[in-house]
């Protein structure tokens, strides 16, 4: 088994909370740079960046894990991660039937840029991507499954945008693939409190917006290779492979 240095939670110049350095070259470079060598692209509601980061990270030996960070009806967050580019373009289509139609407000919200290779602009998504979806946490879980993705919900525990932040408690019967937790808390803190939630596997992300902060929260995954199949078998603590965080 070999141990892979991973930041599942990234957002790209697409979020218009993303900086505008957060180019698909930029963020493989940064996540070369510190070592990271399996990286989540998770822009808000679109999966729009993914392909070209992949693509990119194909080239520089980085897995790319693609998907979006989805706001539920909740206004809960959820990591959604997807194996193959057809499963990603269903997904992208009922993400654009469920967003909200809010027009974007550049001056308030920022910009939402779709780039290419050559970081020349090629699209602006109309409607603001941080609205919440017509969908709760159930609709979006069985969604993600409906397409044999991987459902996370995001930072659990931060004061906003969470489960516990909206909810006030993660249910104990989320149906889930795994919890990522802030890095304000560990692993072993979160459980002292949480302990009904140790059937979970844990990770811990950067959820970075800038260029600086890409990898500076991490977590490792004990697997055979960079696969989707082999991530997914550490999320379900199977075949000797887990994902360990970094206490």
């Known amino acids: ?30 996540a070369k740079e510190e070592g990271l060598q399996i ?11 993914c392909k070209l980061t992949k693509s990119i990270g194909q080239k520089e030996g980085i897995f790319v894990l693609c998907g979006a960070e989805v706001t539920s009806k909740e206004e809960a967050h959820c990591l959604c991660f997807f194996e193959h580019d057809a499963e990603l ?3 992208q289509s009922w993400l654009e039937e469920k967003i909200a139609k809010i027009e974007l407000d550049e001056e ?24 919440a979806i017509d969908a709760d946490i159930d609709e979006i879980y069985d969604k993600v499954h409906s397409l044999n993705g991987l459902f996370v919900p995001a930072h659990v ?20 693939d795994g919890l990522e937790i802030s890095k304000h808390v560990t692993k072993t803190d979160f459980l002292k409190k949480n302990a009904y939630l140790k059937r979970f596997q844990f990770i811990q992300s950067s959820d970075a917006h800038f260029v600086h902060l890409i990898g500076e929260t991490f977590c490792f995954f004990h697997i055979s290779e960079p696969s989707f199949e082999e991530i997914r078998k550490a999320f379900g603590n199977k075949d000797g492979r887990f994902i360990q965080t970094v206490e």
């Open 108 to 131: 308030k919200f920022g910009y939402q840029l779709v780039v290419d290779e050559n970081e020349e602009i090629i699209a602006q998504p109309p409607f603001l991507l941080t609205s």
């Open 1 to 30: 088994m070999n141990s892979y240095k991973a930041d599942l939670h990234i957002h790209s110049v697409l979020s218009p909370c993303g900086d505008l350095e957060m180019s698909p070259a930029n963020i493989i470079a940064k």
């Open 157 to 176: 525990n931060r004061q906003a945008n969470s489960l516990m932040s909206q909810l006030g408690f993660v249910p104990p019967d989320l149906r889930a």
């Open 39 to 49: 990286i989540g692209l998770a822009d808000h509601n679109s999966t729009l960046h």
């Open 89 to 91: 373009d269903l997904f």
